[in-house]
């Protein structure tokens, strides 16, 4: 350690990045509150005191195809970020999910004597168990969200530990639904469905004209829709929502999940947000063809959806690639909304979900990076 007041390096790449970041970036502020960060990162960093040296942005690809049609640029960002990083010499390198670009620069910089932290474990479980020796290169420790994950890596040899998920200790387990709704002026009486398409601009276009598409199947006098727009891509939802009554809102996920019955979403982060919302959901998932076809060789697990992996069931319907229609979204949605018993098993079950992934994950981390710096 080179004083009381560590210095950290960070790779978060994606809104879904820059959130966990941002929660962790808190809880090892209020362990050294002097403590600098610099790297790439989003708004939610930066008001933690992050130093920007590339926007999280940069990061927001999904798949081979665009990382091909990326591949140059980010290469080159990741060159530039090891030799700073390598030439300032952080403290310890944390590498917020981003696997693909973070597995290289964590090699190298652990390589120039770095010790580096990995934060989210890689689902080597369900997609890619090639990633283990990977990890094993790149990472001094991992911190993991998940409570199975740290003996799949324990049995590797590498050093893990269960962290928890920081959404559940930020995500109150009763939700505000009417404060939310009084913020959004959703009215107390309506069915308000949350429409979440995910946030990057290849899951708008293969995602969101589905979840429009249900949405007009489903309208019917007293039901509202609200979708959640990342910051800068309004204008790339807008014009798909002819004829579509559909609010759009900036950002404000969070709240939209707090004032709604039912939400269909994306797989990924937000699912497990709508899980702690407690929120039925209907997920639903689309890519490139090429994308596609490379997962679904690599599938292990029969589910897709965070909360239907962490149940090991199907505690909620998936509706992915072909099966992401209009027609099947608003039929699963339609059959939600008329069940009361089910939406009723699945609040209990997602309250026991919250329950296993509150873990004061901002605590337990800073107490393992704390161990592997020697602070």
Avoid at 130 to 156: G, S, Y
Wanted: one cysteine or more.
């Amino acid at each position: 350690m080179s004083g009381p007041a560590p210095r950290f390096g960070f790779v978060a790449g994606e809104a879904s990045g820059d959130l966990l970041a941002g929660l962790l970036l808190h809880g090892l502020r209020a362990r050294w509150p002097e403590l600098t960060s610099q790297g790439i990162g989003g708004p939610k960093m930066i008001a933690q005191g992050f130093e920007t040296w590339w926007p999280h942005t940069k990061l927001s690809i999904f798949g081979y195809v665009d990382a091909l049609l990326n591949i140059r640029e980010l290469l080159s960002i990741r060159k530039q970020l090891g030799t700073r990083l390598i030439a300032n010499r952080p403290d310890v390198f944390i590498g917020v999910d981003a696997p693909d670009f973070n597995f290289g620069l964590e090699t190298r910089l652990r390589e120039a004597g770095i010790k580096t932290v990995h934060f989210v474990c890689p689902s080597i479980w369900a997609w890619r168990p090639e990633r283990v020796e990977k990890i094993k290169a790149a990472a001094d420790h991992v911190l993991c969200l998940f409570p199975f994950e740290p003996e799949i890596l324990h049995q590797a040899g590498i050093g893990a530990t269960y962290v928890g998920h920081p959404l559940a200790d930020a995500i109150p387990m009763e939700p505000p639904r009417a404060a939310a709704r009084e913020a959004l002026g959703l009215a107390e009486g309506d069915t308000v469905i949350a429409l979440l398409p995910g946030s990057r601009k290849s899951e708008i276009n293969y995602i969101a004209p589905a979840l429009i598409g249900a949405a007009k199947l489903l309208a019917r006098p007293g039901r509202r829709f609200v979708m959640p727009v990342v910051p800068g891509l309004r204008g790339l939802v807008e014009p798909m929502l002819q004829g579509a009554d559909i609010q759009l809102i900036d950002g404000q996920s969070h709240a939209v999940l707090a004032a709604c019955d039912l939400t269909l979403v994306a797989s990924g982060t937000a699912t497990l947000e709508a899980a702690l919302f407690k929120r039925p959901m209907v997920i639903a998932y689309r890519m490139n063809a090429l994308n596609w076809w490379r997962m679904k060789g690599k599938g292990l697990l029969p589910w897709v959806g965070l909360p239907n992996i962490l149940a090991r069931e199907f505690l909620v319907p998936e509706l992915i690639q072909h099966d992401c229609t209009p027609e099947m979204l608003a039929r699963e949605a339609e059959a939600l909304l008329a069940d009361a018993p089910r939406r009723a098993a699945l609040h209990a079950r997602f309250v026991q979900l919250h329950e296993l992934l509150r873990q004061d994950t901002a605590r337990r981390a800073s107490d393992a990076i704390a161990t592997l710096i020697g602070a």
